[in-house]
Antibody
Framework: QVQLKESGPGLVKPSETLSLTCTVS????????VSWVRQPPGKGLEWMGV???????AYNSALKSRLSISRDTSKSQVFLKMSSLKTEDTATYYC??????WGQGVMVTVSS | DIQMTQSPTSLAASVGESVTITCLAS??????LVWYQQKPGKSPQLLIY???ILEDGIPSRFSGSGSDTQYSLKINSLQPEDFASYYC?????????FGSGTKLEIK
């Protein structure tokens, strides 16, 4: 069955770069897109970006200057990198084969 | 970018009642509207896609309607497990923006 699982550091310092990995199973990254969505504590969902089956990407314009999404199809992994982190980037980060299949999310705290 | 305006922000209702949540898109999204339910500490769960198509396994008390820029999620005969947060999402074009969410609480 389709599974997605996020992994990465739970704590990152301000101004540093966040690197998250989404490891998928049950489908091919060349056939399906994977999105990243985040949710600050107690707040709503924010769409961050997507990597399409052909490898092209699209980003939230508010994050575009700091965000990069890539993949390694041989490892069935999708990567998120976001630079110049701020405390307001503290959130649970989800990867999803939207709209149906979501990872469990990984909580990332940005703090010194 | 397409903006999604969701209302109300919060809603209190009793078990057995019916409620409606609305979502207004800033431009025509041609029925490409998704509804999610999210419970605390959990990932969003797909309820409805294509504005009106109920996801497999979702109870029929959930229904979606709308077209163009105006969409609604109706929940009939609320059950205890329905008290959660609900989000709409533009599924037409990137950025795939979410509405701000509706928290449904027990009265």
């Amino acid at each position: 069955q389709v599974q997605l699982k996020e992994s990465g550091p739970g704590l990152v310092k301000p101004s540093e770069t966040l690197s998250l990995t989404c490891t998928v199973s049950g489908f091919s990254l060349t056939s399906y897109h994977v999105s990243w969505v985040r949710q600050p504590p107690g707040k709503g969902l924010e769409w961050m970006g997507v990597i399409w089956g052909d490898g092209s990407t699209a980003y939230n314009s508010a994050l575009k200057s700091r965000l990069s999404i890539s993949r390694d199809t041989s490892k069935s992994q999708v990567f998120l990198k976001m630079s110049s982190l701020k405390t307001e980037d503290t959130a649970t980060y989800y990867c999803a084969r939207a709209p149906r299949d979501w990872g469990q999310g990984v909580m990332v705290t940005v703090s010194s | 970018d397409i903006q999604m305006t969701q209302s109300p922000t919060s809603l209190a209702a009793s078990v057995g009642e019916s409620v409606t949540i609305t979502c207004l898109a800033s431009e025509d999204i041609y029925g490409s509207l998704v509804w999610y339910q999210q419970k605390p500490g959990k990932s969003p769960q797909l309820l409805i896609y294509g504005a009106t198509i109920l996801e497999d396994g979702i109870p029929s008390r959930f229904s979606g309607s709308g077209s163009d820029t105006q969409y609604s999620l109706k929940i009939n005969s609320l059950q205890p497990e329905d008290f959660a947060s609900y989000y709409c999402q533009n599924g037409l074009s990137t950025p795939l923006t979410f509405g701000s969410g509706t928290k449904l609480e027990i009265k």
